[in-house]
């Protein structure tokens, strides 16, 4: 079973820039979740979809943030401006829904570091 | 989310048991308790997760304490690979959280060879 892509692996941008990241979740997954993994801490979740819907975006800081999957597949995230505080590792997950039993699987996620 | 508190840190010899605990005194009855697990330079991977009664996989087992207050993610032989951070989270099955994954600091394992 292929695992969840994210691209690209790496990103270096200056403050102001925008970026945007892209997940490929599991093939069948219903759920997908967008994480931020600052150097030190645990992951804090961004923003969950159920197939093309948002079911919980309070941690998204959308004056900046934005993110869409549409057709209930492939999934974007962009940052614009990007601010130094930015910088972190921006993990992708999905699962088969969002009962209590379901693992979540990530990818390997994206290093974004703004200068 | 209820909260869930572990050391910064253990450590383990190659070949050995390890008991990485988890207290989680404002567990609530919906409350599931999840471990994943994160390699360095990937994503968390799913590792156990159980209600009441202890639980064992391929990978480690759960012993959940009788008042669900702690629990201990028990890896019976450690080895090289399973130097990780762990992360205990309570996962909550009622209310609108949809499920959602709440991750704390976690527990960093150190393996000697």
């Known amino acids: 079973e292929a695992g969840v892509a994210q691209s690209p692996r790496y990103k270096i941008i200056e403050k102001r820039q925008s970026v945007a990241f892209w997940c490929n979740p599991i093939s069948g997954h219903a759920t997908l979740y967008w994480y931020q993994q600052i150097l030190g801490q645990g992951p804090k979740l961004l923003i969950q979809f159920q197939n093309n819907g948002v079911v919980d975006d309070s941690q998204l800081p959308k004056d900046r943030f934005s993110a869409e999957r549409l057709k209930g597949v492939d999934s974007t995230l962009k940052i614009q401006p990007a601010k130094l505080e930015d910088s972190a590792v921006y993990l992708c997950?999905?699962?088969?829904?969002?009962?209590?039993?379901?693992?979540?699987?990530f990818g390997s996620g994206t290093q974004l570091s703004v200068l | 989310d209820a909260k869930t508190t572990q050391p910064n840190s253990m450590e383990s010899n190659e070949e050995e048991p390890v008991h990485l605990p988890c207290n989680h005194s404002t567990i609530s009855g919906t409350d599931y308790i999840h471990w994943y697990r994160q390699l360095p330079s990937q994503g968390p991977e799913y590792v156990i997760h159980?209600?009441?009664s202890n639980v064992n996989n391929r990978m480690a087992s759960l012993a959940i304490a009788e008042d669900r207050k702690s629990s201990t993610l028990i890896l019976h032989r450690a080895t090289l690979r399973d130097a990780a951070v762990y992360y205990c989270i309570l996962r909550d099955a009622g209310g609108t959280s949809y499920g959602k994954l709440t991750f704390g600091q976690g527990t960093i394992l150190t393996v000697h060879p």
């Open positions: 997950a999905s699962s088969w829904g969002a009962h209590i039993n379901e693992k979540l699987f």
């Open positions: 159980g209600l009441t």
